[in-house]
């Protein structure tokens, strides 16, 4: 069970069954949404970079539309913190919510200010809770959505052109994509777990 559990979170598998539109809208929905946090969105970027390299997605519509939909995703999520307010810290925990996953968001905002629009992008998790937060603390618009656009742009374009040239330049490339998708997941996941080490050692 746990095999095909893992199975359906393969990027090549998502990719293959979702098709174009469906990699857009989960770039959308991990960019804003709560329960976007589940997708694996740096590495499924990078594998349809290299299935575009590869003629199965078109590689002009995949990048330009992730760019799209990861700006549009962030801008939902700031919207939606800036209408409930404080109010989302009290809100008790569910199946796509927890408090923590605010609550580091938080600590990451609190860290690096508006930045953090532009630096979560390549954070797992703090991606999709980072423009809550943002809405949260009445970040002004302007501020948001320059940081928005230049931390969508730099994410989307970097992870899609990676898999992209990959696949045009090595032969054979398909034989690497499982351990670089690998190795992009916990690098993600690095500085994630570096302030989760400070707040421990902290308390």
């Not at 069954?17 to 990699?23: M, R, S």
């Amino acid at each position: 069970m746990i095999n095909n559990f893992l199975h359906l979170l393969d990027p090549m598998v998502i990719i293959k069954a979702v098709g174009l539109i469906g990699v857009l809208g989960i770039v959308f929905a991990e960019s804003g949404l709560f329960f976007g946090f589940f997708f694996p969105g740096d590495s499924l970027l990078f594998t349809a970079g290299f299935l575009a390299s590869q003629n199965y997605l078109n590689i002009a519509i995949l990048a330009f539309g992730a760019f799209i939909c990861a700006i549009l995703g962030d801008s939902v999520g700031y919207w939606f913190g800036r209408k409930v307010g404080p109010r989302i810290f009290n809100r008790e925990d569910s199946f796509f919510f927890h408090k923590k996953h605010i609550e580091r968001a938080q600590n990451f905002y609190d860290k690096y200010g508006n930045k953090t629009i532009f630096l979560a992008r390549f954070v797992p998790v703090v991606r999709t809770f980072a423009p809550i937060v943002a809405g949260v603390g009445q970040m002004k618009y302007k501020n948001f959505i320059l940081y928005n656009i230049a931390g969508g742009l730099v994410w989307s374009l970097l992870l899609i052109f990676s898999g992209y040239f990959l696949g045009r330049i090595i032969p054979g490339a398909d034989r690497y994509i499982l351990p670089i998708i690998i190795a992009i997941i916990i690098i993600s996941f690095l500085p994630l777990f570096s302030e989760l080490m400070k707040s421990k050692s902290k308390k």
